[in-house]
């Protein structure tokens, strides 16, 4: 069946999808080289063609940037007034008989310590901080600390513990007055208790500049200037030149992207967005062509396809590395609620083909997520209902974090395994959360998904309970076509759900007038057969009428397009034979056969096809006077062949070898349906005699 490329249904859908590609694509110019780890540089060498920065790794800044507070600066902050107090008591307690130039020496001493410093014993670990920062009179000085017991010199920017101080002034004051005794002198007067630390450590201050520290880590490690070779070709590409090869692509992308917007990128972005739609628009044609004159259907696909390039555009601005966080495998469930596997497929990958052009490491992502949709179509299928959308999510995880696994190892990189892993976690079970949106689209787009189609086969719904009511023997007849169309589906893998929706509703329009169909007579009893006395030409536009009736029904309780479908095909463009062959027969003109047609459109899924014959051979089958298998399978090989033979195939999808297994399969099952019963022996009269009664 041919499609003539329609301007309003998609035309204009396929014009918005390539302007939104081409405003949202990612503007300057990408580095042409692909390298990794491990691997020989296969291109000439390269050589810079600017001054760039090298630039440090995500771990080794996120590594500074987390310093542990232990490795932070001390900072002190000089108490004046306590050394001031200390200073005082020490000269109040100087003994009056000693000389006074020894206790102005002594004094000068002791504040020569105190402006220095005086620390507390183990107040850090000159170690770890061989340099302090010590503030006295608001201005902040470097000092280190005192590292002889007994210093014989002090240093200015030497700090000393209390121990150390009193060492030194003691030293300092006997060395010109040997054998006074000064030390026990001291002790007995108590001074060495006040020397005492007039440094106090200052937390707030040393946490306020670690915290400063950490926020303007330097990013870089050195600078390579124009003209410096990066790498050579041959050479093999270690960690060292693997860091100076991805700041360089950083450095050319930013700055070819601030001299982006030219017209021969607009150009070249112009004609990627349009082979990309265009690639979009025959994964269509050449997969369902049906889909395109069908507005709801081709525009929720634009939809889709509209969605996945759109977050591949906006999270490579952002964060390349946030891609993995994206559940591009929603775009599979979004697609598997609507349409077959061979719509499906084709179009995922088309709308994952922006990954793999734009974003960074995009055959790596493309693999992977091509992977993870596959495996998600496959699985759905089985785990699809409430907490087993879970499962699916879990085995979708599991195939891409397989196919990354497999790229570090082959690629021998290994930072941030985990964190990309958490990531394509999160993802899948993002698809989970999003999953309910079908339901609005759903609605929005006039679609019918899996559980729509569950809820249309319950019987107990309005619509089919009226059936039951108004013309019962018509639907006793759904039910039997719909158990033989449901079992001959199964057969050849067609939509089971879909056929039996189908076959439900085929026959709704025979509401409008029940009489008029045999099978509904033994609900009006005492009343002669509808037909009777009618003139076959009249007879026959009560039959075909219900075809027309039943589409009006269909839109009157919206039914989807689908279902509707069923209604319009059952019968295609047939003769009404019974009461076409009765006008013959009085004398009416061959040329009139199309009074005596349906009005409807031929098959043309496997499914309609399907319910085309289940729906002749039941009514057929009733007709019969012997139901051996021989007679079951000549009665569905005539129906079939007259089907063929009238053209009604002539646009079904449904293969030679699939209508073959339908046809072997419906005789089987028509034979088991009217399967023989054994007849239960008479009792002979005088044994009857014998039994006692109420036995």
């Not at 002090?154 to 000064?182: D, F, H």
């Not at 329009?509 to 009618?534: L, T, V």
């Not at 079939?640 to 195939?649: A, E, P, S």
Request: glycine content about 6%; aromatic content about 12%; some cysteine.
């Amino acid at each position: 069946m041919q499609f003539s490329f329609d301007f309003k249904r998609n035309f204009l859908p396929l014009l918005a999808l390539f302007v939104l590609l081409l405003v949202l694509m990612p503007r300057g110019a990408k580095f042409n080289y692909d390298y990794r780890k491990g691997t020989a540089w296969e291109y000439d060498d390269l050589v810079a063609e600017f001054d760039f920065p090298i630039l440090k790794s995500l771990s080794e800044l996120q590594a500074e940037r987390l310093r542990p507070a232990e490795e932070a600066v001390p900072y002190f902050v000089c108490d004046l007034e306590a050394e001031q107090r200390h200073i005082d008591s020490l000269a109040a307690r100087w003994p009056f008989l000693l000389s006074r130039t020894l206790k102005e020496e002594f004094l000068g001493l002791v504040s020569a310590v105190y402006r220095n410093g005086v620390v507390p014993e183990d107040a850090f670990d000159p170690a770890k901080h061989p340099v302090i920062y010590v503030e006295r009179s608001k201005k902040w000085k470097e000092a280190s600390l005192e590292t002889a017991h007994s210093p014989l010199k002090l240093a200015s920017s030497n700090v000393m513990t209390p121990a150390q101080a009193r060492s030194y002034v003691l030293r300092q004051i006997e060395m010109p007055i040997e054998g006074l005794g000064l030390d026990s002198l001291y002790a007995v007067m108590g001074i060495p208790e006040l020397m005492t630390p007039n440094l106090r450590y200052d937390e707030v201050m040393t946490e306020l500049v670690r915290s400063e520290q950490s926020g303007v880590v330097s990013p870089t490690l050195g600078i390579v200037h124009f003209g410096d070779r990066i790498v050579q070709r041959g050479e093999l590409i270690t960690d060292d030149v693997l860091r100076v090869l991805d700041s360089y692509r950083t450095e050319y992308e930013a700055r070819m992207g601030a001299l982006g917007g030219g017209r021969l990128e607009w150009a070249g972005h112009g004609i990627m967005a349009l082979a990309l739609v265009v690639l979009f628009y025959f994964s269509i044609l050449y997969s369902n062509p049906r889909i395109l004159p069908e507005s709801n259907r081709f525009l929720y696909l634009c939809l889709v396809f509209a969605i996945a390039s759109v977050a591949t555009f906006l999270i490579e601005r952002l964060d390349p590395g946030y891609l993995y966080l994206v559940p591009f495998t929603l775009t599979t469930l979004y697609l598997v609620a609507f349409f077959k596997w061979r719509v499906v497929l084709p179009v995922y990958v088309v709308s994952l083909l922006p990954l793999l052009i734009f974003a960074h490491g995009g055959m790596e992502l493309f693999f992977m997520f091509l992977v993870g949709g596959v495996v998600t179509m496959f699985a759905f299928k089985f785990f699809n209902r409430g907490w087993q959308q879970f499962l699916t999510a879990f085995i979708a995880f599991c195939a891409m974090a397989l196919v990354y696994l497999g790229f570090r190892l082959f690629l021998g990189d290994e930072q941030n395994i985990f964190r990309v892993l958490l990531m394509l976690f999160i993802g899948s079970f993002l698809s989970v959360a999003g999953y309910p949106l079908i339901y609005l689209f759903e609605v929005v787009f006039n679609l019918v998904s899996g559980s729509r189609l569950m809820e249309l086969c319950d019987t107990n719904n309005k619509l089919l309970r009226e059936l039951s009511e108004k013309a019962p023997g018509t639907f006793q007849h759904s039910l039997q076509v719909m158990n033989m169309a449901d079992a001959a589906c199964r057969e050849i893998g067609a939509d089971v759900l879909l056929v039996r929706a189908g076959a439900l509703y085929h026959d709704i329009g025979k509401m409008a007038n029940p009489r008029c169909f045999i099978e509904n007579e033994g609900q009006f009893p005492g009343m002669k057969p509808y037909h009777e006395g009618m003139d076959p030409h009249d007879s026959a536009v009560q039959i075909v009428r219900h075809v027309p009736d039943g589409l009006v029904m269909a839109e009157k309780h919206h039914l989807p397009r689908i279902v509707r479908e069923f209604i319009r095909t059952h019968h295609g463009t047939s003769c009404a034979r019974y009461f076409y062959t009765q006008y013959l027969n009085a004398g009416g003109s061959p040329d009139r056969e199309a009074d005596f047609s349906y009005d409807g459109a031929k098959p043309y899924t496997r499914e309609q096809t399907v319910l085309m014959l289940c729906d002749s051979v039941e009514a057929a089958s009733r007709t019969m006077k012997e139901h051996t298998p021989e007679a079951c399978d000549e009665l569905v090989r005539k129906i079939v062949q007259g089907k063929i033979t009238d053209g009604q195939l002539t646009d079904s999808a449904i293969s030679i070898k699939d209508l073959d297994t339908v046809q072997r399969f419906l005789g089987k099952y028509l034979s088991q349906m009217y399967h023989g019963r054994i007849e239960y022996p008479k009792l002979n009269r005088s044994v009857a005699r014998g039994i006692p009664r109420g036995r």
